[in-house]
Each structure stands twice: as C-alpha cells, then as structure tokens.
C-alpha cells in the first residue's frame, strides 16, 4: 500500500514565514522603543522597595501584618 504524498508548497511556506518573522521583529523594536521613551511607572526594583510588612510567602514574608502574633501550639 502506497500513500499519495500531497504537493506542499514550502516555496510559498518560507515566504510567509519571513514576512512573519519580519513583523515579529519589528514589534519587537517598536516595543523596545516605547519601553525607552515611555517608561512603566509602576515597575520597580525588587531590591529598592522597602518590605511593606505584607509580603507574601513568594517574597518572603509570611504574608502577616507587622507585628502580628502567630499562634503557637501548646506542647
């Protein structure tokens, strides 16, 4: 039993891919360029932020208040 490849069209594949690829690579530098002239003003270093007390267990903290008691089990 012989199966019947299908004519594919990688001429036409590879051209799309380019001009996909070229408008990917130009988003990536109109993103780049807006990222420079308008920064995030939200975004900040991790390591200039002074902890808040609430950090969550990802950061860290244990996600309490600040000077929140913890109950301990009696032994």
């Excluded at 039993?1 to 070229?22: C, P, W």
């Excluded at 360029?33 to 990802?58: H, I, K, Q, R, V």
Aim: charged share 35%.
């Amino acid at each position: 039993m012989v199966e019947q490849a299908r004519d594919v069209d990688t001429a036409g594949m590879e051209e799309r891919l380019a001009e996909s690829q070229h408008a990917i690579d130009e988003a990536k530098a109109t993103a780049e360029e807006l990222a420079e002239t308008n920064p995030d003003p939200y975004e900040t270093e991790a390591e200039d932020d002074e902890p808040s007390g609430f950090e969550s267990p990802e950061d860290g903290g244990r996600g309490e208040a600040p000077g929140a008691v913890r109950a301990t089990p009696e032994s």
